[in-house]
T-cell receptor
Framework: AQSVTQLGSHVSVSEGALVLLRCNYSSSVPPYLFWYVQYPNQGLQLLLKYTTGATLVKGINGFEAEFKKSETSFHLTKPSAHMSDAAEYFCAVSAGTASKLTFGTGTRLQVTL | DTAVSQTPKYLVTQMGNDKSIKCEQNLGHDTMYWYKQDSKKFLKIMFSYNNKELIINETVPNRFSPKSPDKAHLNLHINSLELGDSAVYFC????????????FGSGTRLTVV
Protein backbone atom coordinates (compact mmCIF):
# COMPACT_ATOMS: atom_id res chain seq x y z
CA ALA A 1 0.00 0.00 0.00
CA GLN A 2 1.12 3.54 -0.61
CA SER A 3 0.02 6.88 0.73
CA VAL A 4 0.95 10.54 0.73
CA THR A 5 0.56 13.15 3.42
CA GLN A 6 0.72 16.81 2.58
CA LEU A 7 1.27 18.98 5.63
CA GLY A 8 -0.72 22.18 5.46
CA SER A 9 -3.83 22.45 3.36
CA HIS A 10 -3.19 26.16 2.87
CA VAL A 11 0.12 27.99 2.62
CA SER A 12 0.44 31.75 2.20
CA VAL A 13 3.67 33.49 1.18
CA SER A 14 4.63 36.97 0.07
CA GLU A 15 5.71 37.57 -3.49
CA GLY A 16 9.46 37.02 -3.66
CA ALA A 17 9.55 34.78 -0.59
CA LEU A 18 10.59 31.14 -0.44
CA VAL A 19 7.92 28.58 -1.22
CA LEU A 20 8.04 25.31 0.75
CA LEU A 21 5.28 22.74 0.34
CA ARG A 22 5.70 19.59 2.41
CA CYS A 23 5.05 16.02 1.32
CA ASN A 24 5.73 12.76 3.13
CA TYR A 25 5.07 9.39 1.61
CA SER A 26 4.63 5.79 2.64
CA SER A 27 5.46 2.94 0.30
CA SER A 28 6.42 -0.71 0.71
CA VAL A 29 8.59 -0.58 -2.42
CA PRO A 30 10.88 2.12 -3.84
CA PRO A 31 8.53 4.92 -4.79
CA TYR A 32 8.15 7.11 -7.78
CA LEU A 33 7.15 10.60 -6.63
CA PHE A 34 5.44 13.44 -8.42
CA TRP A 35 4.26 17.00 -7.90
CA TYR A 36 1.33 18.31 -9.90
CA VAL A 37 -0.14 21.80 -10.05
CA GLN A 38 -3.79 22.63 -10.66
CA TYR A 39 -4.81 26.14 -11.61
CA PRO A 40 -8.45 27.13 -11.07
CA ASN A 41 -10.88 25.27 -13.33
CA GLN A 42 -8.07 23.45 -15.08
CA GLY A 43 -6.59 19.97 -15.16
CA LEU A 44 -3.44 18.82 -13.43
CA GLN A 45 -0.04 19.68 -14.87
CA LEU A 46 3.09 17.74 -14.03
CA LEU A 47 5.65 19.97 -12.27
CA LEU A 48 8.38 17.42 -11.68
CA LYS A 49 9.01 13.77 -10.91
CA TYR A 50 11.49 11.51 -9.16
CA THR A 51 11.93 7.99 -10.46
CA THR A 52 15.54 6.93 -9.95
CA GLY A 53 18.95 8.59 -9.91
CA ALA A 54 19.60 12.13 -8.71
CA THR A 55 17.57 12.90 -5.63
CA LEU A 56 17.28 16.63 -6.37
CA VAL A 57 14.93 17.10 -9.28
CA LYS A 58 14.19 20.30 -11.11
CA GLY A 59 10.87 21.01 -12.70
CA ILE A 60 9.05 23.68 -14.60
CA ASN A 61 8.48 27.26 -13.45
CA GLY A 62 11.54 27.24 -11.19
CA PHE A 63 10.30 24.54 -8.81
CA GLU A 64 12.46 21.75 -7.45
CA ALA A 65 12.08 18.91 -4.98
CA GLU A 66 14.45 16.65 -3.09
CA PHE A 67 13.82 12.97 -2.43
CA LYS A 68 14.98 12.07 1.08
CA LYS A 69 14.57 8.37 1.70
CA SER A 70 15.62 8.58 5.35
CA GLU A 71 12.87 11.11 6.02
CA THR A 72 10.36 9.64 3.52
CA SER A 73 9.90 13.14 2.20
CA PHE A 74 9.64 14.89 -1.14
CA HIS A 75 9.18 18.58 -0.32
CA LEU A 76 8.62 21.11 -3.10
CA THR A 77 10.48 24.41 -3.08
CA LYS A 78 10.88 27.55 -5.11
CA PRO A 79 13.31 30.32 -4.11
CA SER A 80 11.07 33.25 -5.03
CA ALA A 81 7.30 33.13 -5.31
CA HIS A 82 5.42 34.84 -8.12
CA MET A 83 1.77 35.81 -8.12
CA SER A 84 1.27 33.34 -10.96
CA ASP A 85 2.28 30.47 -8.66
CA ALA A 86 -1.03 30.71 -6.79
CA ALA A 87 -2.69 27.35 -7.34
CA GLU A 88 -3.40 23.96 -5.77
CA TYR A 89 -0.41 21.64 -5.51
CA PHE A 90 -0.64 17.88 -5.26
CA CYS A 91 2.03 15.40 -4.25
CA ALA A 92 1.57 11.87 -5.57
CA VAL A 93 3.23 8.48 -5.24
CA SER A 94 3.34 5.49 -7.52
CA ALA A 95 4.84 2.15 -6.57
CA GLY A 96 4.74 -1.42 -7.72
CA THR A 97 3.52 -2.97 -10.93
CA ALA A 98 -0.05 -1.75 -10.47
CA SER A 99 1.36 1.76 -10.78
CA LYS A 100 -1.71 3.41 -9.36
CA LEU A 101 -0.97 7.08 -8.74
CA THR A 102 -2.10 7.99 -5.24
CA PHE A 103 -2.52 11.68 -4.47
CA GLY A 104 -2.22 13.70 -1.31
CA THR A 105 -5.02 15.97 -0.24
CA GLY A 106 -3.44 19.02 -1.85
CA THR A 107 -1.99 22.30 -0.63
CA ARG A 108 -3.42 25.58 -1.76
CA LEU A 109 -0.67 28.15 -2.28
CA GLN A 110 -1.63 31.79 -1.90
CA VAL A 111 0.83 34.50 -2.94
CA THR A 112 0.33 37.99 -1.56
CA LEU A 113 1.85 41.34 -2.47
CA ASP B 1 -3.59 19.48 -30.58
CA THR B 2 -4.83 18.67 -27.10
CA ALA B 3 -2.99 15.63 -25.69
CA VAL B 4 -5.85 14.33 -23.53
CA SER B 5 -9.26 15.69 -24.40
CA GLN B 6 -12.50 15.18 -22.54
CA THR B 7 -16.03 15.99 -23.58
CA PRO B 8 -18.14 17.58 -22.39
CA LYS B 9 -16.38 20.12 -20.17
CA TYR B 10 -19.55 20.82 -18.22
CA LEU B 11 -22.51 18.53 -17.66
CA VAL B 12 -25.63 19.46 -15.72
CA THR B 13 -28.29 16.79 -15.41
CA GLN B 14 -31.15 15.63 -13.23
CA MET B 15 -31.08 12.80 -10.74
CA GLY B 16 -31.87 9.44 -12.26
CA ASN B 17 -30.54 10.28 -15.71
CA ASP B 18 -27.82 8.34 -17.54
CA LYS B 19 -24.84 10.23 -18.96
CA SER B 20 -21.50 9.55 -20.63
CA ILE B 21 -18.16 11.32 -20.61
CA LYS B 22 -15.71 10.71 -23.42
CA CYS B 23 -11.93 10.80 -23.34
CA GLU B 24 -9.36 10.56 -26.09
CA GLN B 25 -5.57 10.77 -26.01
CA ASN B 26 -3.23 11.30 -28.94
CA LEU B 27 0.02 10.62 -27.08
CA GLY B 28 0.31 6.98 -28.05
CA HIS B 29 0.06 5.96 -24.39
CA ASP B 30 -1.05 2.44 -23.54
CA THR B 31 -2.80 3.14 -20.23
CA MET B 32 -5.75 5.37 -19.42
CA TYR B 33 -7.45 6.32 -16.17
CA TRP B 34 -10.51 7.94 -14.66
CA TYR B 35 -10.13 10.00 -11.50
CA LYS B 36 -12.82 11.70 -9.45
CA GLN B 37 -12.12 15.02 -7.69
CA ASP B 38 -14.61 15.90 -4.99
CA SER B 39 -15.58 19.30 -3.64
CA LYS B 40 -12.61 19.26 -1.25
CA LYS B 41 -10.24 18.74 -4.19
CA PHE B 42 -9.46 15.16 -3.17
CA LEU B 43 -8.45 13.01 -6.15
CA LYS B 44 -9.33 9.34 -6.15
CA ILE B 45 -8.71 6.80 -8.87
CA MET B 46 -11.75 4.99 -10.22
CA PHE B 47 -10.58 2.87 -13.12
CA SER B 48 -7.55 2.10 -15.23
CA TYR B 49 -7.23 0.37 -18.59
CA ASN B 50 -4.05 -0.95 -20.17
CA ASN B 51 -4.36 -1.74 -23.88
CA LYS B 52 -8.15 -1.99 -23.54
CA GLU B 53 -7.92 -4.32 -20.55
CA LEU B 54 -9.29 -3.26 -17.16
CA ILE B 55 -6.44 -3.36 -14.64
CA ILE B 56 -7.68 -1.17 -11.79
CA ASN B 57 -11.24 -1.11 -10.56
CA GLU B 58 -11.53 0.68 -7.25
CA THR B 59 -14.57 0.51 -5.02
CA VAL B 60 -16.95 2.31 -7.33
CA PRO B 61 -20.73 1.79 -7.55
CA ASN B 62 -21.87 -0.50 -10.36
CA ARG B 63 -23.67 2.49 -11.85
CA PHE B 64 -20.28 3.56 -13.19
CA SER B 65 -19.10 1.59 -16.21
CA PRO B 66 -15.95 2.36 -18.17
CA LYS B 67 -15.50 1.31 -21.76
CA SER B 68 -12.32 1.32 -23.81
CA PRO B 69 -12.95 0.66 -27.50
CA ASP B 70 -9.23 1.08 -28.26
CA LYS B 71 -6.17 2.20 -26.33
CA ALA B 72 -6.67 5.83 -27.35
CA HIS B 73 -10.18 6.09 -25.94
CA LEU B 74 -11.70 5.58 -22.51
CA ASN B 75 -15.30 6.51 -21.90
CA LEU B 76 -17.24 6.64 -18.64
CA HIS B 77 -20.93 5.87 -18.52
CA ILE B 78 -22.94 6.63 -15.40
CA ASN B 79 -26.41 5.21 -14.83
CA SER B 80 -29.08 6.53 -12.47
CA LEU B 81 -27.15 9.62 -11.47
CA GLU B 82 -27.27 10.68 -7.81
CA LEU B 83 -26.56 14.01 -6.13
CA GLY B 84 -23.36 12.56 -4.66
CA ASP B 85 -21.98 11.95 -8.13
CA SER B 86 -21.48 15.68 -8.55
CA ALA B 87 -17.73 16.18 -8.94
CA VAL B 88 -15.03 16.86 -11.48
CA TYR B 89 -14.00 13.78 -13.41
CA PHE B 90 -10.52 13.67 -14.89
CA CYS B 91 -9.24 11.40 -17.58
CA UNK B 92 -5.50 10.71 -17.72
CA UNK B 93 -3.08 8.63 -19.73
CA UNK B 94 0.43 7.27 -19.30
CA UNK B 95 2.97 4.97 -20.86
CA UNK B 96 4.56 1.90 -19.31
CA UNK B 97 1.97 1.65 -16.62
CA UNK B 98 2.36 5.14 -15.32
CA UNK B 99 5.64 5.26 -13.48
CA UNK B 100 6.72 8.23 -15.52
CA UNK B 101 3.82 10.53 -14.81
CA UNK B 102 0.31 10.91 -16.06
CA UNK B 103 -1.02 13.44 -18.53
CA PHE B 104 -4.41 14.74 -17.46
CA GLY B 105 -7.33 16.10 -19.39
CA SER B 106 -8.93 19.38 -18.37
CA GLY B 107 -11.78 17.67 -16.56
CA THR B 108 -15.56 17.34 -16.81
CA ARG B 109 -17.54 19.14 -14.14
CA LEU B 110 -20.65 17.05 -13.49
CA THR B 111 -23.49 18.65 -11.56
CA VAL B 112 -26.49 16.53 -10.62
CA VAL B 113 -29.60 18.49 -9.61
Amino acid sequence: AQSVTQLGSHVSVSEGALVLLRCNYSSSVPPYLFWYVQYPNQGLQLLLKYTTGATLVKGINGFEAEFKKSETSFHLTKPSAHMSDAAEYFCAVSAGTASKLTFGTGTRLQVTL
Amino acid sequence: DTAVSQTPKYLVTQMGNDKSIKCEQNLGHDTMYWYKQDSKKFLKIMFSYNNKELIINETVPNRFSPKSPDKAHLNLHINSLELGDSAVYFCASSQTQGNYGYTFGSGTRLTVV
